[in-house]
T-cell receptor, first 108, second 117 residues
Framework: SQQGEEDPQALSIQEGENATMNCSYK?????LQWYRQNSGRGLVHLIL?????REKHSGRLRVTLDTSKKSSSLLITASRAADTASYFC????????FGTGTSLTVIP | GAVVSQHPSRVICKSGTSVKIECRSL??????MFWYRQFPKQSLMLMAT?????????EQGVEKDKFLINHASLTLSTLTVTSAHPEDSSFYIC?????????????FGQGTRLTVV
């Protein structure tokens, strides 16, 4: 299976705190993407990081990539209740293979 | 971002009947479309990849005759679940990519909740 793994599976934090999720994958990659899914909805693209990049920022999001360890992390700073969702990493150039996901709950 | 519309959002059907799910790209031409299946509290599993005008490529373990995929135009792909059974009940999601190529983001539909009774 090309599916990656994410940890933690579930994360519960207070509003204002930072949330960190990790993704490990198995094969070599050209890029890694992070997506968000609200319950029972489709996915929304958050950020794409290429294999030659080590860190990327987008608003309150910070993504790191360590290709030597085949891992990536997503940091959400100053979390808000509206950030409550599931977060998935995805690898693949054409087809995407998703990680197992992290369910984030931000408590107001 | 580009918009992908999936219809219906929810469908209930009787066991043994067939159900068709539509995936449309509204503001771009989708050269490639993807169909995923998601069980409760689990990840998305890629079912198949379809390119406009050609046969879909199915992932290992996905029954081609069970899940019929048609990508007849650059804005529409359909997934038909044939002779549906309760175990086919799931959340099905499509995504689409345009001609801007690989190694880029894909855009997702809102998903279809299929319940087979």
């Amino acid at each position: 299976s090309q599916q990656g793994e994410e940890d933690p599976q579930a994360l519960s934090i207070q509003e204002g705190e930072n949330a960190t999720m990790n993704c490990s994958y198995k094969t070599s990659i050209n890029n890694l993407q992070w997506y968000r899914q609200n319950s029972g909805r489709g996915l929304v693209h958050l950020i794409l990081i290429r294999s030659n990049e080590r860190e990327k920022h987008s608003g309150r999001l910070r993504v790191t990539l360590d290709t030597s360890k085949k891992s990536s992390s997503l940091l959400i700073t100053a979390s808000r209740a509206a950030d409550t969702a599931s977060y998935f990493c995805a690898t693949g150039s054409n087809q995407f293979y998703f990680g197992t996901g992290t369910s984030l709950t931000v408590i107001p | 971002g580009a918009v992908v519309s999936q219809h219906p959002s929810r469908v209930i059907c009787k066991s043994g009947t067939s159900v068709k799910i539509e995936c449309r790209s509204l503001d771009f031409q989708a050269t490639t479309m993807f169909w995923y299946r998601q069980f409760p509290k689990q990840s998305l599993m890629l079912m198949a990849t379809s390119n406009e005008g050609s046969k879909a490529t199915y992932e290992q373990g996905v029954e081609k005759d069970k899940f019929l995929i048609n990508h007849a135009s650059l804005t529409l792909s359909t997934l038909t679940v044939t002779s549906a059974h309760p175990e086919d009940s799931s959340f099905y999601i499509c995504s689409a990519r345009g001609s801007w190529g690989v190694n880029t983001e894909a855009f997702f539909g809102q998903g279809t909740r299929l319940t087979v009774v």
